[in-house]
């Protein structure tokens, strides 16, 4: 019998439910080994062209869509230097938004925190209080809190920020992106963005973000963005279908096929396939409640993202001990993470995991909560 308690041990497909990096096709890896080519000549703007064309059809929108060769993290602290000055207000409920907070401290921005217990959502009427008492040049949201499996109200939020034309919405949809319901354009986000390691199922390596006319406006304005992560070069570079240094060539391969995948698929229906996942997992805590294991999700309901989903374990189970009996059993969940991380287990539902492929993933849960249970 195979251990895969070893890190890296090889699993059938299907089985990897982390919520990022998530696990990509065998075709959209293969793509990786195509040869390379030269950065600045026209095979690489054809790429570029073609990839546009799908990006806007992920992003739902008319705008360029920037293409970095860094992780999520480098563009949430471009959307920072690039979009205020001087002061911001975070909204903060878990940590990849606590994430967001830190990076424009440590970029030299005055932060003001609007935080709410970790797996909670913000209310937007409380949001639009704060932003009647204090004039913010920005306001930073996590769309989907990895964390927490949170999912805020972003339509609602925009519109309260909205009503301050001064004000930019910086929005992280590092696991919202692709897999939950997104409209950029639409809902008037300033500046949105992902990584591709997350619902659009691609190796890690690039994160791709898409400016508001009033966000590049405002970075004009900035002083001090930096050279790597100035959204201006990156618009520049655009026109020509160019990147403003060396891209990752190889991920834009795999990027080029996933896109396909995903147009073929519909973003309608990819939206539909990750949300009908999520409510099978919360299905799935209410069964296990009613046999009598104190399991719950941690988000509250009508708040829940479709492609992560967080566990609150009973009473002195441990969440290390509850991923550690999965993968004994060949399926990898994620821990819980920062001060959660001895209280939940995650599952990244996301990427091109199916209902099928979820259903025995449970019935390994299942398996692996009750060895938990008797370790408690």
């Known amino acids: 019998m195979t251990d895969f308690r070893k890190e890296g041990a090889a699993a059938p497909f299907g089985r990897f439910f982390l919520p990022g990096p998530t696990e990509v096709h065998p075709d959209v890896l293969a793509a990786q080994t195509r040869p390379m080519m030269g950065h600045r000549g026209p095979g690489i703007q054809e790429l570029m062209a073609r990839l546009q064309e799908g990006l806007k059809r992920v992003f739902r929108t008319e705008r360029p869509v920037f293409v970095a060769t860094c992780s999520a993290t480098g563009l949430m602290e471009a959307a920072v230097r690039n979009g205020a000055r001087r002061r911001i207000l975070s909204l903060v409920n878990g940590a990849f938004s606590a994430r967001f907070a830190d990076i424009a401290e440590a970029c030299g921005l005055e932060v003001d925190r609007l935080e709410v217990p970790w797996g909670e959502v913000h209310d937007p009427g409380a949001v639009a209080e704060r932003l009647r008492n204090a004039r913010y040049e920005a306001v930073t949201v996590v769309h989907s809190e990895t964390s927490t499996g949170a999912l805020n109200d972003l339509p609602a939020i925009s519109g309260v920020v909205a009503e301050h034309s001064d004000t930019l919405l910086l929005v992280d949809s590092v696991t919202g992106c692709g897999g939950a319901e997104l409209e950029t354009d639409a809902w008037g986000l300033d500046f949105v963005l992902t990584g591709s390691q997350k619902a659009l199922a691609l190796p890690p390596g690039l994160a791709f973000g898409v400016a508001s006319e009033a966000m590049l406006e405002r970075a004009e304005t900035v002083p001090g963005r930096g050279y790597y992560l100035d959204l201006l070069t990156f618009a520049k570079n655009l026109e020509k279908f160019q990147t403003p240094t060396t891209p990752a060539i190889s991920t834009l391969y795999a990027l080029e096929v996933q896109l396909e995948c995903i147009r073929s698929e519909t973003m309608e229906a990819r939206w539909a396939r990750h949300l009908a996942m ?33 566990l609150r374990l009973p009473e002195g189970m441990r969440g290390p ?13 994620g821990g819980g993470y920062g001060k959660l991380k001895e209280t939940t287990v995650r599952i990244g539902h996301m990427g091109e995991h199916t209902l099928e492929e979820l259903e025995p993933l449970l019935d390994v849960l299942a398996e692996a909560l009750a060895e938990a249970g008797v370790r408690a």
């Open 278 to 310: 999520a409510r099978r997992v919360h299905e799935w805590v209410e069964e296990m409640r009613s046999g009598g294991l104190d399991v719950s999700v941690l988000a509250p309901e009508g708040s829940r993202s479709p492609t992560v989903t967080a």
């Open 321 to 333: 001990d509850v991923v550690e009996a999965a993968r004994v059993r060949g399926w990898v969940i």
